[in-house]
């Protein structure tokens, strides 16, 4: 089984601190995602990655950044944490749409952000 | 209009029932549908995909693609206690690069 490992759980942050989320897969897929979700929302798209030191923003990119140095690694970075960046982070990952079929996303078990 | 559409409940449905779950999409060239469930405080995860017009069906759940229509449903059969989550809509579109996700829909199942 595909697994996307979500560095911490529960996160606990100050306004103003920069906050790194790690996200890491064990299946060499090369699409790599980050989301957010917030009550009444849905699951809104920060960023993604087709391959190494590739990036493209989503949705609502502003107030993050995100780095893909390896293959296997995803990382999503808060420059200057607001209260309002306080959420459900999401990464997911999955191969190249055609290469093996498509069967969506994997999705990580979520670290839940709190800026205080 | 929201590229994928779902109702977003609370659908209330008795134990034993069957659970109809419906989702539209805009585009008309998407290729590929999928069903996520999500337990309160947990992360989606993958329970069903279709390609083609028709049925597919896998143990209790099956789901229907009508693409002449542009919708796609979720039959629960059977339903249990434990089938109450948040179940997510997902289309991947005729460009085949991101998956658009709908904001769900919530089903209890009351005993």
């Known amino acids: 089984d595909v697994k996307v490992t979500q560095s911490s759980r529960y996160l606990v942050k100050r306004t103003g601190e920069k906050v790194f989320l790690e996200c890491v897969q064990d299946?060499?897929?090369?699409?790599m995602f980050w989301y957010r979700q917030d009550p009444g929302l849905g699951l809104r798209l920060i960023y993604f990655?087709?391959?190494?030191?590739?990036?493209e923003k989503g949705d609502i990119p502003e107030g993050y950044s995100v780095s893909r140095e390896k293959k296997e690694r995803f990382s999503l970075i808060l420059e200057s944490a607001s209260t309002n960046q306080t959420s459900m982070y999401l990464c997911?990952?999955?191969?190249?749409?055609?290469?093996?079929?498509?069967?969506?996303?994997?999705f990580g078990s979520g670290t839940r952000l709190t800026v205080v | 209009q929201k590229e994928v559409e779902q109702n977003s409940g609370p659908l209330s449905v008795p134990e034993g029932a069957i659970a109809s779950l419906n989702c539209t999409y805009s585009?008309?060239?998407?290729?590929?549908f999928f069903w996520y469930r999500q337990y309160s405080g947990k992360s989606p995860e993958l329970i069903m995909f279709?390609?083609?017009?028709g049925d597919k069906e896998d143990g209790r759940f099956t789901a229907q693609l009508n693409k002449a229509s542009q919708y796609v449903s979720l039959l629960i059969r059977d339903s249990q206690p434990s089938d109450s989550a948040t179940y997510l809509c997902?289309?991947?579109?005729?460009?085949?690069?991101?998956?658009?996700f709908g904001s769900g829909t919530r089903l209890s199942i009351r005993p």
């Open positions: 279709i390609y083609s017009n």
């Open positions: 997911a990952s999955s191969p190249q749409a055609g290469r093996h079929g498509d069967y969506g996303y994997t």
């Open positions: 990655s087709y391959d190494v030191k590739m990036k």
């Open positions: 997902a289309v991947r579109g005729s460009s085949a690069s991101k998956i658009i």
């Open positions: 585009d008309r060239g998407s290729q590929s």
């Open positions: 299946m060499d897929h090369e699409n």
